[in-house]
């Protein structure tokens, strides 16, 4: 007994002390071999008394296991020992810049039609369009506003025959003649898109861009242009409360005409939306007049509604605190990726409108 | 239309305050655009004082003054005063102030060598006084005034509203009076009955010839004798100067003001520069004359022309003639009051490219019974100014103005607006407006005043009644959430998409002009027409686009220009292929320019290339929804691309509109844009051309399948025609068998050492799987057999061993 007590605590001692793997695993055959030290042991038993043999087993086996045990845990050991310090050695510096990233942007204006999309769709409108190039009737004489009539000096048109006859639309109202046209009435839509007149300074371009607003149907009336426009301003500027002031004005196309403001104040030479005592003028609309509605072949003893047409740079502007006009059309690498948003953020209802 | 509130106040009794005023005329569509003083000259001399006078260097008898303007701000000043010293307070005036006494406007100036900014003044210099011996002393009051203005404008405040073109009654006073009065603002002043005295007879000859184009319906007119013409007295000065116009003698100063009170132009002519009548008719074409302001004009024909026998006087309501103008010499006048038709002033003025105040009126409406008013109202100033005897009125007309009616209903009101107003409050409302209310049951039988041309149906009675009660009125009614359809169709859809998902690979969204300079956009139109805009913003935007690239290319350049070595910009928008309406497709343009990996410490940088942009194309259109196994590609592309390294891309192969191009831009093109990169490639996307797959997505994603069987990877290497097509190899290869060959990839293509002229190497895997059982080497060993046999025939290529 004392003979393999001795032997088991040799080779602890030595595992102790071992740290090399492959002398572990020396050591194990040496012990567990065929004829290894404690695996002779065992065959020993045979050639001994029953007595004896019963107390030798189990000594054997506990040194047996305890022996095993020390072993596996040795190799553990090493084997950690060893992996960390090989990922000691594979350290890399995290700090290194990841591989280029080229960052997207999407235009202020595309956001500002998108999130006015958005708004527009929770109450039920769709979204159509027009082309650029419209002919003279459908952008002014459809629209009550016949060649002799001073409001169409109002419109600096860019025209593309000597006759006048066709021309890049001056506001977005066409698409109206259009969609009614083509239609029968109910008709709700808005119409986003880009405008033209032939003047240019820095608060003018010659390419803006609109949405118009049409809802048609057998009794709609100012309340609900009111209703809607209230809507649309407070939620697209993601406020709770707005001052809004509905102010008589005059455009051809609509009878009665009403001019937009919204109140704002300037707070550290910021302008901020919806308060204060200042106003400014954001869109236009009115009742669609019936000269309108008899143009377009739709019953005006039938069917009224309200018109509204609204500045998309504008809006932005206002929004996103862009000051110059004239920048939304210079594709400067720097403002489209200060002003430009990140393609996925995708002006929705359930998402929020922006960021 | 500018006028004072004094001004207003002579046909207006009202209580209100000058904002109470402003509001109103706001809310019911008088906008007002500002309420300001008039500037005047002598707004820009201040209080000043001299902080350090020293002798200047050059001259003995001038001093360097630092002079305290205010806000902090201290300039040098050269004077010549004996009297200027530290400490003294005075008045300055900076550079270009204009000097009261001489006339004399200032600027920066060298005196003796030394740089004077502006000068220290002396009462006479002010015409204060003539003391000129020294510069202003202030006394210690004006201590804490200094940078303030040092005359106290005094002008009275001048109100600035913007009228719509439908209010021609609003641009007099009268009629901003009278809308103020009906809004509740005041009471309309009843006009003071004329007792002025008329003798003798209008005795010079006046014919309205009748003419088809005949622009003149009414000539009402009275001869004044022996009047003394003089600069107008200070009152009527101060009108004039409140209209932001220039005083010019008192007859014109006098037809001026009637036109601003009531709306009533005028014209004055010297009756002894007449010959012998006045007959006003139809222009020829070639006539000309000159106009008061100064300038010559040839006339077309059937311009309406008031004349006499000599020829030409003037612009019938548009602009008198130099002829017959009045001058301080003038001693008996023909006062002229009439009525134009709208539609024949606005094509003369525009004919002739004029703009006058009276044409502007003319142009949307004179009040036709306003004739004998102006003339009565103009006479009795003159008389008081001027002096003379005053001849009848005599009023020549060929058409008689006929009040027109309109029956309305008042249930029209509260249909539109949403709101009720008692019948009562509705008819006062009109009533002040001027209209003649009867009652007809429930209807309102409406005579409009002649004043108000614009008001021809019943919707027009509607605005009126709810502009005067007030837009604040009008109920807010909670939208309506009805939808009628979908909110986006197919192509609307895709353009959000396309849009973000272009952007999402790193391009940056540009909006650039739908018109771009003829002589790029030629390099990019094809066969497309030129489209040129007759009256273009400058001469480099004068066509429409037929191709986004011109602007993209010129703004990529640029950015180029600024600085900027990688850049990838795109732009979704209309590019127009004729001029009529329609004439356009919705177009993604996209560019990338310079390296990939640039200054990457881990990769290779190298040279963007057609791959890169054919990469950014397929993904958007796989992520758009396209089938990119159906997709096919050929090399034909525009001329603007490198014919060798550029490529069209189809829906399927049996499509005949290409939905995309990518590849190199045309080395002749980047060399004559001047543009200077290392690598520029391009991609276009026409989403007009995309068409919507007949399968939803809901039918798509429900056809899901898959095989478990183990799958097997096999590698062909084939020598064949250099000019033989990748796409095609692949295609040959998947035709072998549909089912069994899941997918073929080309992972290398080889040229040169080792592969004879004229030949290529492309190596291609191919992924061979069931969907019935796992196939074993003898299946195997089968199809790749016939690939290789396809391949072989097919193509004419070798299987390399």
């Known amino acids: 007994m004392s003979d393999i007590k001795k032997i088991k605590d040799d080779y602890i001692d030595k595992l102790n002390t ?44 506990n040194i047996k296991d305890e022996l095993q045990n020390k072993i596996s845990i040795k190799i553990q050991e090493i084997e950690t020992k060893e992996i960390n310090l090989k990922l000691e050695k594979e350290k890399i510096d995290v700090t290194l810049p990841e591989r280029n990233i080229e960052i997207g942007k999407i235009h202020p204006v595309s956001q500002v039609i998108d999130e006015i999309s958005s708004i527009f769709s929770e109450i039920g409108f769709s979204v159509e369009e027009g082309p650029d190039v419209e002919n003279e009737y459908n952008n002014f004489t459809a629209l009550n506003t016949p060649d002799n009539h001073p409001a169409r000096d109002m419109h600096d048109t860019f025209y593309l025959d000597n006759n006048k006859e066709l021309l890049l639309r001056t506001h977005t109202s066409p698409v109206q003649v259009r969609t009614m046209l083509k239609g029968k009435p109910p008709f709700k839509i808005i119409a986003p898109g880009r405008t033209y007149r032939s003047d240019s300074d820095q608060t003018h371009a010659p390419m803006f861009h609109q949405v118009e607003g049409l809802h048609i149907d057998k009794n709609i009336n100012m309340g609900h242009l009111k209703g809607c426009l209230n809507y649309f301003i407070k939620e697209f500027f993601e406020v709770d409360k707005i001052k809004m002031r509905f102010r008589p004005s005059h455009f051809p196309f609509t009878e009665p005409s009403a001019e937009v403001d919204i109140g704002y104040e300037i707070k550290n030479g910021k302008i901020v939306i919806g308060e204060g005592n200042k106003w400014l003028e954001i869109l236009g609309c009115g009742m669609v007049h019936p000269n309108v509605l008899k143009n377009v072949k739709v019953n005006p003893s039938k069917y009224q509604g309200y018109a509204f047409g609204i500045g998309i740079d504008r809006l932005g502007m206002l929004k996103y605190g862009i000051n110059d006009l004239r920048a939304f059309f210079e594709t400067d690498y720097r403002w489209l990726s200060h002003f430009g948003f990140d393609p996925l953020d995708v002006p929705s209802n359930y998402r929020g409108l922006s960021r | 239309m500018k006028f004072t509130v004094d001004w207003l106040k002579n046909h207006l009794d009202t209580k209100f305050n000058n904002n109470q005023i402003m509001d109103k005329l706001t809310n019911i569509g008088l906008e007002v655009e500002s309420f300001e003083s008039t500037t005047s000259e002598l707004d820009t001399f201040i209080v000043a004082k001299i902080i350090n006078a020293k002798t200047h260097p050059n001259a003995d008898r001038l001093k360097l003054c630092d002079v305290d303007i205010g806000s902090d701000k201290t300039i040098e000043v050269v004077c010549g005063a004996p009297n200027a010293k530290n400490g003294l307070l005075t008045v300055y005036a900076p550079p270009g102030s204009i000097i009261p006494k001489n006339r004399m406007k200032l600027s920066v100036s060298k005196i003796r060598g030394v740089t004077s ?71 309309l002043k009843i006009n003071k009955k004329s007792n002025l ?117 003037g612009l019938g309501g548009i602009i008198g003639g130099t002829r017959s103008g009045t001058e301080y010499s003038t001693k008996n006048i023909l006062l002229e009051s009439a009525y134009f038709l709208p539609r024949s002033i606005r094509k003369t003025s525009k004919q002739l490219n004029i703009d006058t105040d009276a044409k502007f009126r003319f142009e949307r409406g004179i009040d036709p019974l306003s004739i004998e008013e102006g003339l009565i109202k103009a006479s009795e100033i003159i008389k008081q100014i001027c ?18 009616t309109i029956n309305f209903d008042p249930f029209l009101f509260e249909k539109t607006t949403g709101f009720n107003v008692e ?231 049996n499509e005949k509109n290409a939905v995309a191009y990518f590849g190199e831009i045309h080395p002749n093109l980047i060399k004559k844009l001047d543009i200077k990169t290392e690598g520029l490639v391009i991609f276009e996307i026409c989403l007009d051309y995309i068409k919507e797959s007949k399968q939803k997505i809901k039918d798509l994603k429900s056809e899901y399948k898959f095989s478990d069987f183990q799958k097997s990877e096999r590698d062909f290497a084939f020598i064949i025609n250099k000019n033989f097509k990748s796409q095609e190899l692949v295609n040959i290869i998947k035709s072998v068998d549909n089912k069994l060959i899941q997918s073929v990839r080309v992972f290398d293509v080889f040229e040169g050492e080792n592969i004879p002229e004229g030949k290529k190497s492309i190596a291609v895997n191919v992924t061979i799987q069931s969907d019935e059982k796992t196939l074993n080497e003898n299946d195997l060993d089968k199809i790749n057999k016939l690939i290789i046999s396809s391949v072989e025939s097919k193509s004419g290529a070798k299987i390399r061993s």
Request: aromatic letters at 8%; glycine letters at 6%; hydrophobic letters at 35%.
């Open chain 1, 18 to 61: 071992e740290n090399n793997i492959e002398k572990v695993n020396n050591i194990k055959s040496e012990l567990f071999g065929k004829n290894g030290i404690i695996s002779n042991e065992f065959k020993k038993l045979g050639s001994i008394s029953v007595e004896e043999r019963k107390k030798l087993a189990s000594d054997l086996n």
């Open chain 2, 117 to 187: 900014y502006g000068m220290l003044c002396s009462e006479s210099e002010l015409l204060l006084s003539n003391e000129s011996d020294g510069i202003i002393e202030l006394n210690n009051k004006y201590a804490n005034k200094i940078g303030e203005k040092y005359f106290k404008n005094t002008s009275e405040k001048v109100i600035d509203l913007s009228i719509t073109p439908n209010r021609p009654d609003c641009l007099g006073v009268r009629g901003i009076a009278r809308d103020l009065s009906a809004a509740g603002a005041g009471k």
């Open chain 2, 197 to 313: 005295k008329y003798r003798g007879n209008q005795n010079i000859n006046v014919t309205i010839k009748k003419e088809k184009a005949q622009g003149c319906t009414i000539f009402g007119s009275c001869l004044i004798k022996g009047v003394t013409n003089k600069e107008s007295p200070k009152w009527l000065k101060d009108k004039i100067l409140s209209l932001g116009q220039k005083p010019i003698s008192a007859i014109v100063d006098i037809t001026n003001y009637v036109m601003f009170d009531l709306n009533r132009p005028l014209h004055a002519y010297d009756a002894d520069k007449i010959d012998n009548e006045i007959i006003v008719r139809s222009s020829s074409k070639g006539e000309s004359f000159e106009a008061l302001d100064n300038k010559k004009y040839i006339l077309e024909n059937d311009m309406c022309v008031i004349s006499d026998r000599s020829g030409v006087l």
């Open chain 2, 387 to 404: 002096g003379g005897e005053i001849s009848n009125l005599d009023v020549k007309k060929i058409e008689t103005y006929k009040k027109t």
């Open chain 2, 423 to 653: 019948n009562k409050e509705l008819i006062k409302i009109l009533e002040k407006l001027g209209f003649n209310v009867s009652k007809n049951k429930k209807i309102l039988k409406l005579a409009i005043p002649s004043w108000r041309p614009d008001i021809t149906q019943p919707i027009d009675i509607v605005e009126e009644i709810v502009r005067i009660k007030g837009y604040e009125h009008i109920n807010t009614s909670e939208p309506v959430k009805t939808r009628l359809k979908p909110t986006l169709n197919y192509h609307q859809k895709l353009f959000h998409f396309l849009q973000r998902s272009v952007a999402s690979k790193g391009y940056l969204e540009t909006v650039t002009w739908s018109f771009t300079d003829s002589k790029i956009n030629q390099l990019f139109k094809e066969n497309d027409e030129e489209i040129p805009i007759v009256n273009p913003i400058s001469s480099d935007l004068n066509v429409l686009r037929n191709s986004i690239f011109p602007n993209l290319l010129f703004y990529l350049k640029k950015n180029l220009d600024r600085g900027f070595k990688d850049i990838s910009l795109f732009e979704i928008g209309p590019a127009f292929k004729g001029k009529n309406p329609g004439d356009q497709l919705t177009v993604i343009g996209a560019v990338r320019a310079g390296k990939v990996s640039r200054l990457s410490w881990n990769d290779k940088e190298r040279i963007v290339d057609t791959f890169d942009v054919k990469k950014d194309l397929i993904q958007t259109l796989c992520e758009a929804g396209i089938n990119k196994d159906d997709i096919f590609i050929d090399d034909r592309t525009p001329t603007y691309y490198h014919p060798g390294k550029s490529g069209g891309v189809y829906q399927n192969k």
